[in-house]
């Protein structure tokens, strides 16, 4: 290149740069992003930050978008509910797919709209009712309205995550992630026993589907190698899938739903209509409830699965993971797509797997993408038997009840948190042993859906109940010849459980405030009686 030129070639250079400065400030991390020093757990094959080689990566992300698009089937449950059209039903699909895999690459990607965590998002189950009624009373044009306000109410609330960390100590989020293992039981053993058409009599093929498939993972997660662990749901969907096919226990003919599907096509997307039905507007709001409990839930279990020394919640994470929700809905209003949420049962996958990378997360969404513009591989995947998914729901489940029991006893408990705990898992267990939400009125219905709304519900009302008459500052006054260990001992340990302070620090602190309570008595420095005195914040 000749001299002369050179100038206005850096003069373009230094245009594009200005031009793409405001672009790369707004998805560049904000302050308060940086990963946070860990302890890597050891069962963990690829963590967090680590860069997952290709032969690696692609099986890996090929399974977590497989079981999100498994999960397409809420819309279609909605849709027919409604009886909308075939074109209608499959334009939805195909939006939505579009949209869950935007959603998906924006959460795992570290910056001011994402968690940077490994969360896949796949259609809402809890948002089939408010779908439902969208589309009797408006059809697309209106649920997609619902749709877009459920996202904007999201992006208000990302804002008041941070502030709501008292609300949201361990044990809160414990009783959440443990319900959120609860919400799935029931799901998983509709479909492993064969109930799902509201029959009563158990069936043995879908049970032996659902075992195979479950012991499969389980074997491969419990006893293979590292490496091999990567493609423990692969290995036992797949087995399942095909035992499935040949005992007959999966009837469909998946040659005469596929011949209906194109194999290639542009999605069909349909603009919203601005029209809303203030009547929807309770559904709306329990809707940004229940799925603020469900991103913490499963953000929380995401954490904790990356660290093996996990304390307390990490709400800037939370808030940018319900920024990355907010965005979603918007997107997905906006094409007429379906309310999407975080996917719990890509956390039981990830675990089964040992790998969190969020680079998985990233190329899973970029398969959800492209699955838009192929419909036969999106009628594929819900074609997915249900006893396999119920295997792999049943094993979600298991983790995430033990994840949940642990955050619930990592601090110590008092007579307080004991009840705490208790009455919000039996207010959750009630719902699931007595559904009875048919006698409640149509707009609260969605908050008695599941077991985890109302645990969680209840298990915050607890918490802001029970921190009444907790100081953050305690005294006692030392009695003259009292044995200076068992004194300080006895005031910390009271002290530690009225707090909720973890184990470790008050085991810590006991010999400390003990050595120094018997220096000051044994060296006579004290005028008078001596005062202990502990703060916790």
């Given amino acids: 290149t000749p001299a002369h030129h050179r100038p206005a070639r850096l003069h373009w250079r230094g245009a594009l740069r200005a031009a793409l400065r405001p672009v790369r400030k707004l998805i560049a991390p904000a302050r308060g992003t940086a990963p946070r020093p860990v302890r890597r757990p050891s069962t963990l094959v690829y963590g967090l930050e680590d860069k997952v080689p290709l032969s690696a990566l692609i099986p890996l992300s090929t399974q977590h978008a497989m079981l999100a698009l498994t999960f397409l089937i809420y819309p279609i449950v909605a849709a027919t509910e409604a009886g909308l059209p075939e074109d209608q039903i ?26 940077g965590y490994l969360g896949i998002h796949i259609p809402a189950a809890g948002a089939i009712p408010l779908a439902v009624q969208a589309l009797t009373i408006g059809g697309l044009g209106l ?13 208000f609330m990302a804002r008041l995550v941070r502030p709501l960390r008292v609300l949201l100590p361990p044990e809160v ?18 479909r492993a026993l064969g109930l799902e058409g509201g029959g009563t009599q158990v069936e043995l093929g879908p049970l032996a589907v659902s075992m195979v498939t479950l012991v499969l993972i389980v074997s491969v997660t419990v006893f293979a190698p590292r490496r091999f662990k990567l493609f423990a749901v692969l290995v036992g969907a797949s087995s399942g899938w095909a035992l499935a096919m040949f005992s007959g226990v999966d009837p469909t003919d998946m040659g005469a739903a596929l011949a209906k599907a194109d194999f290639v096509a542009l999605p069909h997307l ?23 409990v469900d991103v913490l839930g499963v953000t929380v279990s995401l954490e904790k699965m990356n660290d093996a020394e996990w304390r307390r919640a990490d ?10 929700c907010g965005i979603g809905n918007i997107l997905n209003g906006m094409t007429s797509g379906f309310q999407s949420g975080l996917s719990s049962s890509a956390v039981g996958l990830a675990f089964a797997t040992g790998a969190t990378a969020r680079s998985i997360g990233i190329l899973a969404g970029a398969v959800i993408f492209a699955t838009a513009f192929f419909p036969k591989a999106i009628m594929a995947l819900t074609l997915i038997p249900s006893p396999v998914i119920g295997g792999i729901l049943l094993y979600t489940s298991a983790y995430l009840l033990v994840a949940g029991m642990d955050l619930i006893l990592s601090r110590r408990l008092s007579e307080r948190r004991v009840f705490l705990v208790g009455l919000s898992v039996l207010a959750g267990l009630s719902v699931a042993l007595l559904p009875l939400k048919g006698q409640l009125p149509f707009w609260i219905q969605p908050l008695f859906s599941t077991p985890l709304t109302v645990a969680a519900c209840c298990a915050i009302a607890l918490n802001l109940l029970f921190r009444i008459g907790i100081s953050k500052e305690s005294s006692f006054l030392v009695p003259e010849g009292a044995n200076a260990f068992l004194t300080a001992q006895d005031f910390l340990e009271r002290q530690g459980d009225l707090w909720g302070a973890r184990r470790d620090v008050i085991a810590a602190a006991i010999p400390v405030a003990a050595q120094a309570l018997e220096v000051i008595v044994d060296t006579g ?9 502990a703060r916790f914040d």
């Fill in 90 to 115: 499959e334009a939805m699909l195909s939006a939505c797919a579009m949209c869950i895999g935007l959603t998906t690459i924006i959460q795992c990607s570290r910056t001011r709209f994402g968690s």
């Fill in 143 to 155: 649920m997609a309205a619902t749709t877009i306000l459920v996202g904007v109410c999201q992006l």
């Fill in 173 to 190: 989020c414990g009783v959440a992630v443990t319900m959120l293992g609860v919400s799935l039981a029931s799901p998983a053993l509709r």
């Fill in 270 to 292: 349909q603009l919203p209509s601005l029209a809303l039905e203030p009547r929807l507007f309770p559904l709306v709001a329990l809707l940004v409830m229940m799925g603020l």
């Fill in 315 to 324: 709400m800037g994470a939370a808030g940018r993971a319900v920024t990355a």
């Fill in 525 to 533: 420095i004290a005028e008078g009686p001596v005062e202990l005195r």
